[in-house]
């Protein structure tokens, strides 16, 4: 069953997502670009220290545990492919000659092994050795000719300090060569027949190659941590004060727009938009935008590295990759209007919400609560299902992402564990490249896992943009300006308005009140009354006309001064939680405890102030729960006299209050009316029988006006209301 209760959505929200969304927070970013910025350094540092990490597996494998060393035979091959191998790739051979241009061994290059010119036993001579870590930096169809030429043998050496080998040397012929410098060249079929102690011997340098690795892995890991520590804290604060700023700036901006905007914008769904969606932007921020940064470094340093590793593997491994962007457009155009909708059925439950609690009385009075349950039954049905259709798609989503990264490693093991099988590749490259392999789909994880967030907090920012894009606000004038006098004197001149188009409300009203004047407004439910004192506080705009305040049109004051010239006291009056001086102040610090003190006598709100437990300190619940109607509506006409207006309104100000409230009320405003304008908007004939003149409202227009004895004795549409009210 759907459920529709007129919350439609804004218009922006048909929009698709762009990077136009993300460009919106860098005004907000730019304040705090210094965290920011130290914050992204930090992540890039971060990021290499996280490149290093599989790599050091590799040097570990490579040039320690398996530091092969392989016999350069020249005389085994054809002089023209030796002559060809010494010119490509001579750089890379420990020679076992002396070179012509070296007088002595003592002026060798550093890191050069020199072997004895000949060596005892089968396999004839070597000119030199190769590190198993230089092989890939021969090109694979050479590497593949030299080895069918003999020219590069298969067999394996470690490579020994000479001290190591002093005294007993435990090796058959031809399983160790000497050579001119400080080292030996030991076969691996050599080092099988040895004790465990004799080859950690044997292999010390090695050995310490790799607990200096492991060491500076573990340094690594505990800078990460401290470097990952500044960076979530620099970017947690600046994420905390631009959704501060945010919120500021919502707030700000509902508070600013006009009256018409909050008639068709529920209570419920601006609550949402400064709560729970920039919560959702705080989280992208947060959880989304930092991740992407660091994602983009990380997928950058991945590819150059597996490149410079061995290109070849590293094309095999990016073959999956349109496989993977293909499944994320595809399940995310497909989410992306799933959150639209779960984010549009939030701000419907929190409208419902928000209404329901507040009108709490009338639902129990009425005794709704059944049908008011399952009506938000409705509601929460519909959130329910759209959250399953999310749910199925990251269902599917999440595990092909999986699926994609296990075949990416099957794959690297069957290709590249055949080129380490034909020593055209080496171990420690094929395990770097795994490692790197399920470090590249971590991003793409990572963000399969954050795209609920990702999604939910698009949909947020579109709502929380588009609310500020809007500016249905009261146009202040370019140059106010302001009466020589400020005396009350209201002039309507022929206007007219409509709340719908099509639909008029006022047709061609005019009137006059004249400084310190009681005037009364009077007329049938709909005749427009409240319009009339709308449109005189500017809370809409009027299509024809004019309204005149001291001589100056209404358009030409600064809105926020022309309201502090018009105290109004409605018939609904709303108390905020908090004390009984800060709802009469509202926060002012212009309206000192003196200026509230007085305004409570002056309206006779002082007696039952007194009877509170701390007076004008006393606090009270929101909506004034704990004041009866009557005391509610004494703070709100304290409240109106407390910034010295120029005209009182009282719109229905009576109409709920007792007899004796009522009494009050007219003393006060007896009192009020020798030093400002008052108009009253009443039914009650006590009300307004007293004021100076009474204007009587029909179908929008002035239909008759005069004193109270003038109308009764006109016998026109005065007369009959006043009979009605009293047959009532």
């Known amino acids: 069953m759907h459920f529709d209760y007129g919350y439609t959505e804004d218009r922006h929200l048909g929009k698709p997502y762009n990077i136009g969304l993300l460009k919106r927070l860098f005004p907000y970013a730019r304040v705090y670009k210094r965290p920011i910025c130290v914050a992204l350094v930090l992540t890039l540092a971060i990021t290499l220290f996280d490149l290093t990490v599989p790599y050091l597996p590799k040097v570990a494998i490579d040039t320690y545990i398996l530091s092969f060393w392989y016999p350069v035979r020249e005389g085994s091959a054809p002089r023209a492919t030796a002559e060809e191998f010494r010119r490509k790739y001579g750089f890379l051979m420990d020679p076992t000659g002396i070179p012509a241009r070296h007088a002595s061994p003592q002026d060798d290059p550093p890191g050069i092994a020199r072997l004895q010119p000949r060596r005892t036993g089968a396999g004839g001579s070597e000119s030199g050795f190769i590190a198993n870590a230089q092989l890939k930096r021969i090109d694979l169809g050479d590497l593949r000719r030299y080895r069918g030429a003999g020219l590069l043998s ?55 190659g790799v607990m200096s690795i492991a060491l500076f892995l573990l340094l690594l890991i505990g800078g990460s941590v401290i470097l990952n520590y500044w960076e979530f804290f620099l970017l947690e604060k600046a994420g905390q004060h631009i959704m501060q700023d945010i919120r500021m700036e919502l707030f700000g901006r509902i508070q600013d727009q006009s009256i018409r905007f909050f008639d068709r914008n529920p209570v419920g769904r601006l609550v949402t938009r400064v709560t729970n969606d920039v919560e959702n932007l705080n989280e992208m921020f947060k959880s989304v935008i930092v991740t992407v940064f660091k994602d983009i470094f990380l997928l950058a340093g991945i590819i150059v590295v597996l490149l410079d590793l061995n290109w070849r593997l590293a094309l095999v491994s990016f073959a999956l990759l349109p496989f993977v962007f293909l499944i994320t457009w595809f399940f995310s155009s497909r989410a992306r209007e799933i959150f639209r909708e779960i984010r549009r059925h939030i701000a419907a439950i929190n409208a419902f919400l928000q209404e329901r609690i507040s009108g ?100 947020s920012m579109e709502r929380i943009f588009g609310l500020i894009d809007q500016r249905e606000v009261i146009q202040e004038p370019r140059a106010p300006q302001r009466p020589r006098k400020r005396e009350g004197h209201v002039e309507f001149k022929d206007v007219s308005f409509s709340y719908e188009e099509g639909s008029q409300i006022l047709h061609n009203v005019s009137f006059e009140i004249k400084p310190g004047q009681v005037v009364a407004l009077v007329g049938v439910t709909g005749s427009g009354k409240t319009t009339i004192i709308n ?88 909506g004034g729960a704990t004041l009866s109607a009557g005391e509610r509506q004494l703070l709100a006409l304290g409240r109106a006299l407390a910034y010295r207006p120029a005209i009182l309104v009282l719109d229905e100000a009576t109409s709920s209050v007792d007899p004796e409230t009522e009494r009050l009320i007219q003393g006060a405003i007896s009192r009020l009316s020798r030093r400002q304008t008052t108009l009253i908007v009443a039914h009650r004939p006590s009300t307004i029988q007293q004021a100076d003149r009474i204007l009587v409202m029909h179908h929008g227009r002035i239909a008759e006006q005069g004193t109270h004895e003038e109308l009764m004795e006109l016998g026109g549409v005065y007369l009959k209301l006043n009979r009605l009210q009293e047959k009532m």
């Open 535 to 622: 449109l005189l506080e500017r809370f809409y705009e009027f299509e024809k006309g004019s309204i005149l305040l001291d001589g100056i049109d209404i358009r030409n004051w600064g809105v926020h001064e022309l309201r502090s010239q018009v105290g109004l006291v409605m018939q609904d009056v709303f108390i905020f939680a908090g004390s009984i001086a800060e709802n009469i102040s509202l926060g002012d610090r212009g309206v000192t405890g003196k200026t509230v003190d007085e305004v409570a006598r002056q309206v006779q709100a002082h007696r039952f102030i007194g009877r509170l437990s701390r007076g004008l300190d006393h606090e009270v619940r929101e």
């Open 360 to 459: 709490i009385r009338v639902v129990q009075l009425f005794l709704g609560e059944e049908s008011q349950f399952e009506r938000f039954k409705g509601l929460n049905h519909e959130n329910y299902l759209a959250s399953m259709r999310q749910i199925k798609i990251f269902a599917v989503f999440m595990p092909s992402i999986e699926v994609l990264s296990a075949i990416g490693i099957g794959l690297l093991i069957f290709y590249g564990g055949g080129k380490v099988i034909g020593e055209q590749l080496s171990l420690g490259s094929l395990v770097a490249f795994i490692g790197y392999i399920q470090m590249f789909f971590k991003p793409i994880r990572d963000i399969s896992e954050k795209y609920n967030t990702m999604q939910s907090a698009m949909a």
């Open 154 to 208: 298969t067999e394996r050496f470690y490579r020994v300090p000479e001290e190591k080998v002093q005294g007993e040397r435990p090796f058959e012929p031809g399983e160790a060569i000497k050579g001119r410098g400080p080292y030996w060249y030991v076969s691996a079929e050599g080092l099988q027949g040895l004790s465990s102690d004799q080859v950690l011997k044997l292999r010390g340098r090695d050995l310490r």
